[in-house]
């Protein structure tokens, strides 16, 4: 749910039974101040993934290159963008605080940063399990050295110079 995820919650309680894919486009719609070009494109690859299976499975296994390229380009225009926001909102702290709008801003980032991990994840296990290829392990790694997925856990930004506390320790994590 958008709640265990950290999201932005929307009133009403239509948004508790959302899959991720309207979750995703409810979220860059309703609350992201970034544009849908820079967001893992989700209905597309899940859309490739689904024309995959409806064929025979041994076509599956030959195709996964196409996927694992188109993905790899969007996790990489993904964290190009990250990195100039991040870099970018840096900056703009230290030249004037943590402002409301700026405030917003960091909060917009993390969850940008979450869906689009969130995103790929999904993905990759929807693709391994229809296609019977094992590419999550091999993606996830790639995944993992992204900025945008290590400041999940790290980030300056979002955590104000360092790591957030244990679960259930400490303060809330975010800014």
Not at 82 to 101: I, Y
């Amino acid at each position: 749910s958008a709640a265990a995820l950290g999201l932005a919650r929307a009133p009403g309680p239509q948004r508790d039974s959302m899959k991720f894919g309207e979750q995703l486009a409810d979220h860059i719609q309703n609350v992201s101040s970034f544009g849908a070009k820079v967001y893992i494109n989700y209905d597309d690859l899940k859309g490739r993934i689904r024309r995959r299976c409806q064929r025979h499975r041994a076509n599956c296994i030959l195709e996964t290159a196409g996927f694992k390229r188109a993905l790899r380009k969007q996790v990489a225009t993904v964290n190009c963008f990250f990195e100039r926001m991040d870099a970018d909102l840096l900056r703009r702290e230290r030249e004037t605080g943590k402002t409301p709008q700026l405030v917003a801003l960091i909060v917009d980032l993390k969850q940008y940063a979450l869906l689009n991990y969130v995103a790929v994840l999904k993905l990759l296990k929807k693709h391994d399990k229809h296609c019977g290829t094992q590419l999550y392990p091999v993606i996830e790694r790639i995944l993992h050295q992204q900025s945008f997925v290590r400041a999940l856990s790290s980030s300056r930004l979002f955590y104000g110079g360092g790591p957030p506390p244990p679960p259930g320790r400490g303060r809330e994590p975010g800014p």
